[in-house]
């Protein structure tokens, strides 16, 4: 009896382990799919990482353009050189770009080029060089342009074609480049410039960015906005993911290409007490006018640093208004600046509540992440014991320091700085789940509630993000810092408007604690908000309500106006507790003439109207609007492109055209191996797949040693 016993038990337990087994096994095949799905998501990553080239002969280039030496092999690229000329007269900017695409080897080519442009750019005019000929360029619905530059691409003749990717991200196509020769496309674009006064002291700054970062993809793939060269595929959050990704070089193994030469002529109109260019070294001279011209000192750049010029006017001659003017035919347009009150001492302050958000996306590693940290610290260490606080780090996710806003003692700040030390740059760019946790909302009167978020705002969603920042601000502020040497200035400029705070932006760790400084001397100071301008006769002014408005902030307003004359008169609220009244009045007979008023009031018009997507306007009626404004004004936009062509084909039919997407530098001070590496740098768990799918392959390999060994045989009563 024992011994049947002993069988059943016998029995019974290797029923058990067969049942664990079985068991396990299932699980085994589950996490084994996972190392598949990893290794497929690694191979793919490792496709699309900036798009490596791939080493090839010349004899054997087949899809691609132009070609580089690369550890004694040539890699199929397209070359492009850039030469800028900005003028300067008064607040705004002229700009030439010329870009010349060259060709030395025996083939056809089409080259493409995606390039960043200042985010207020209105682009206005096309011109295509060949030897001593000029080819201008027409403005046309984008999708006309588009077919017309094929057919004639197609068909063998020389074409260039500009389209809008964002407000600050184009795309320049090339067809038909000839063998051995070169085609040089000039776009040309009108800006107004960046006024503020700081420490009592007032200065303009023009920003020339040189090169489109690598953007953070998120959503899943999907059929977008038509094919694109670039490394990311296009997703149901970024339809146009595969136009603003293009190839990136690998620092380690190429050397920076795209070389950039600039020339500023500036005009300033008044004496200067100084001229800065912070990121770049320069040159200047003076001209018999009274102007300065400035150059680079190396002559040429690589195109991986925003290029910024600063220049501030002696102390009696800083500006307190300025009023420009032009008639085209039966049309008046206004270009209006106006400086608020200067800083006030507030009678009484509201506590406030301060959310700092701090981006760790392997975007920002190398010297991004240092200046975000130091930043950080400093802003720490100004807070007010009557002050809460908390802070936000982001990657792939979001988390919080605290549960809710901690009290700004001095042991929670000490707490805060020791956390922020320690935080390091990897992963993707989840902005949403940072947004989303520093936004609550809620209205809460008695207390200012700040959101101080540190970024370089590389992220191709920025759409899905101005939408939730709108959805969710409540009675928040959001001001954005940029950080690093080529910042999305789109995404951060548009994200502060959006958000009814500022943007502050940092290229160099030396430069962190002024900034910030400035920054919370901003915050620190009674708000001018309810702004109302009052014309004198009909006008159609943009934008259509004014934002609140900082310390050193000035107002600028583009507008069409029916007459020009009588008064401008500008009111306001200035304080948090005891609200002051502000009033301003400007003559319109004080104004000065000027050139391009109408070309910028149609880019502040557009640019209201694809805003006002955002508040529920239908798509369709927007298109419309954005395309009778902007072929009437000349202008690229969303829904319009330049198109130049060449009337005579040049390209014999039985040659084939070779094409392919000119790649761009890293951006200075990034890390390659930290925004591409060996894993997707997103939102993908890419990193536990391939832990998990290792583990599972040892385990798979003991299961399948086990299931090879004969089951024991149960001993006979």
Do not use: C
Not at 612 to 619: I, L, T, V
Not at 637 to 656: G, H, I
């Amino acid at each position: 009896m024992n011994t049947l016993t002993a069988v059943i038990s016998g029995r019974r337990k290797l029923m058990l382990v067969e049942l664990v087994a079985k068991v396990v096994l299932a699980f085994a095949i589950g996490l084994a799919t996972s190392i598949a799905l990893a290794g497929i998501v690694l191979l793919l990553a490792h496709d699309a990482q900036a798009a490596e080239l791939v080493p090839m002969k010349p004899k054997e280039v087949q899809q691609g353009t132009l070609l580089l030496k690369s550890e004694g092999a040539t890699l199929a690229v397209p070359a492009v050189a850039t030469e800028a000329e900005i003028r300067v007269s008064g607040i705004v900017a002229r700009a030439v770009v010329r870009q010349t695409y060259r060709n030395p080897y025996d083939t056809w080519f089409e080259g493409l080029y995606v390039f960043p442009l200042p985010e207020n750019a209105a682009v206005d005019h096309l011109r295509m060089k060949v030897g001593d000929r000029i080819i201008e360029g027409d403005i046309q619905e984008r999708q006309a342009a588009r077919a017309q530059y094929e057919q004639a691409k197609s068909s063998g003749r020389r074409a260039a074609l500009v389209e809008q990717e964002r407000t600050n991200i184009f795309t320049t196509s090339v067809a038909n480049i000839p063998p051995r020769g070169e085609i040089v496309v000039e776009i040309e674009y009108q800006q107004t410039l960046k006024y503020e006064v700081t420490q009592m002291q007032g200065s303009y700054s023009l920003r020339f960015p040189m090169v489109v970062g690598p953007r953070y993809i998120p959503g899943a793939p999907a059929e977008g906005q038509g094919a694109g060269t670039g490394w990311a595929q296009n997703t149901d959050q970024v339809p146009d993911a595969a136009r603003i990704t293009p190839p990136v070089l690998d620092p380690a193994k190429h050397a920076p290409t795209n070389p950039v030469r600039l020339k500023v002529v500036l005009d300033a109109g008044v004496p200067l007490a100084r001229v800065d260019s912070p990121y770049h070294a320069i040159v200047q001279r003076e001209t018999e006018g009274g102007g300065r011209v400035i150059e680079l000192a190396e002559g040429s750049v690589p195109a991986n640093q925003d290029f910024e010029l600063t220049w501030t006017p002696a102390a009696s001659h800083a500006p307190q208004a300025a009023l420009f003017t032009e008639q085209l035919g039966d049309k008046r347009y206004a270009l209006l600046m106006v400086m608020p009150p200067a800083k006030e001492v507030a009678a009484a302050r509201l506590p406030r509540e301060v959310v700092f958000v701090i981006d760790t996306s392997g975007s920002m590693s190398g010297s991004s992440i240092a200046q975000a940290r130091e930043a950080l610290e400093l802003a720490i260490a100004r807070l007010s014991e009557r002050d809460s606080f908390n802070v936000i780090e982001f990657n792939s996710y979001a988390k919080a320091l605290y549960d809710d806003a901690r009290p700004a003692t001095a042991a929670n700040r000490d707490n805060a700085v020791r956390w922020v030390r320690r935080l390091q740059a990897q992963g993707g760019t989840e902005m949403a789940l940072a947004l989303n946790l520093a936004l609550n909302g809620r209205e809460n009167p008695g207390r200012v509630r700040q959101v101080i978020f540190l970024t370089d705002g590389a992220v191709g969603n920025e759409d899905g993000l101005f939408k939730l920042i709108k959805d969710k601000l409540g009675d928040s502020r959001l001001f954005t810092v940029g950080i690093g040497s080529a910042p999305n200035s789109h995404f951060m400029g548009k994200a502060a408007q959006t958000g009814r705070g500022t943007f502050t932006y940092i290229g160099k760790i030396e430069e962190v604690k002024e900034k910030m400084g400035q920054l919370f001397a901003k915050i620190e100071s009674p708000v001018l908000k309810g702004v109302d301008i009052a014309w004198s006769g009909s006008v159609e002014a943009w934008p259509k309500r004014m934002p609140d408005l900082y310390l050193g902030e000035p107002i600028v307003v583009s507008a069409a106006l029916d007459k020009l004359d009588g008064d401008i008169k500008l009111s306001g609220l200035r304080g948090e507790v005891n609200e002051k009244p502000w009033h301003a009045t400007l003559p319109l007979a004080d104004a000065r003439t000027g050139k391009g008023m109408g070309v910028l009031w149609a880019r502040e018009k557009i640019a209201s109207l694809i805003d006002s997507q955002r508040d529920g306007a239908k798509e369709e009626a927007v298109r419309d609007a954005v395309v009778e404004v902007a072929l009437a004004h000349h202008l690229v936009s969303k829904y319009t492109s330049l198109v130049a062509v060449d009337k005579t084909p040049v390209r014999p039919k039985a040659d084939e055209l070779q094409s392919g997407a000119i790649p761009t530098n890293l951006p200075e001070g990034w890390e390659y191996g930290k925004v591409f590496g060996e894993l997707p740098q997103g939102a993908t768990d890419s990193l536990w797949n391939l832990l998990a799918g290792f583990l599972t392959l040892l385990l798979a390999i003991g299961l399948y040693v086990t299931a090879r060994r004969q089951p024991l045989a149960p001993r006979r009563a």
